[in-house]
């Protein structure tokens, strides 16, 4: 975990938030599929948000129960210091999904865009979806986006693992039911382009 936590602080703090592969400048597909599963009144929690806009777009949509988790403490200073005033609104929590000491049963909607790809290990994936399992609420929803068979091999300098969309939700199992999944090419700051797999389903 220490090193996971070094590797990304340095690249918050190396790097501008807008210059990453993985920036957006508004999150249009997370807002969307999370829009269309819960209202304002949800407890969302977005993992790996650290410097993401979308925390940014879910309270100009009124979401008013906010939780941004990310490994690196710098990149959550970047998004307070761009909310200003209304990062008083949003929990914040720097923190190893993995091995995170989260709430049980508590929030509506878990959302992650491009963490679950970086957990390499079996042993780390049983221990994320263990966290979902622990943390959302029986009906709630969850939205993770992985790198798809044409993505890349290795992001940030560090292998990653790519899935179609039956592989990233047999990750999770049965305790969870498949309402779809869609493709997404994103186009990074340096113009390249990454396939992301977007999955969403329900905790049974």
Not at 1 to 6: L, P, V
Not at 79 to 107: C, E, F, K, M, N
Request: glycine share 8%; aromatic share 8%.
């Amino acid at each position: 975990m220490a090193d996971r936590q070094k590797h990304w602080e340095t690249v918050y703090s190396n790097k501008a938030a807008d210059r990453v592969s993985w920036f957006q400048q508004h999150a249009a597909s997370s807002l969307r599929l999370i829009k269309g599963c819960a209202g304002t009144d949800a407890r969302v929690i977005d993992v790996g948000g650290g410097a993401s806009v979308l925390v940014d777009d879910l309270l100009d949509a009124g979401y008013r129960h906010v939780t941004v988790l990310d490994l690196a403490e710098s990149a959550l200073t970047v998004s307070r210091a761009r909310l200003g005033a209304r990062a008083q609104l949003v929990q914040w929590i720097a923190a190893d999904i993995t091995r995170a000491d989260l709430p049980a049963a508590h929030y509506d909607v878990w959302h992650d865009r491009a963490v679950f790809h970086f957990l390499t290990d079996q042993a780390d994936r049983e221990r994320y979806v263990a966290q979902v399992l622990h943390s959302v609420k029986p009906g709630g929803h969850v939205i993770v986006a992985a790198f798809g068979p044409g993505g890349p091999l290795q992001c940030s300098g560090l292998d990653v693992v790519r899935y179609e969309p039956d592989a990233l939700h047999a990750e999770f199992g049965a305790p969870f039911r498949l309402l779809g999944h869609q493709t997404e090419i994103h186009h990074t700051p340096a113009g390249q382009e990454q396939e992301f797999v977007y999955c969403y389903c329900v905790r049974t």
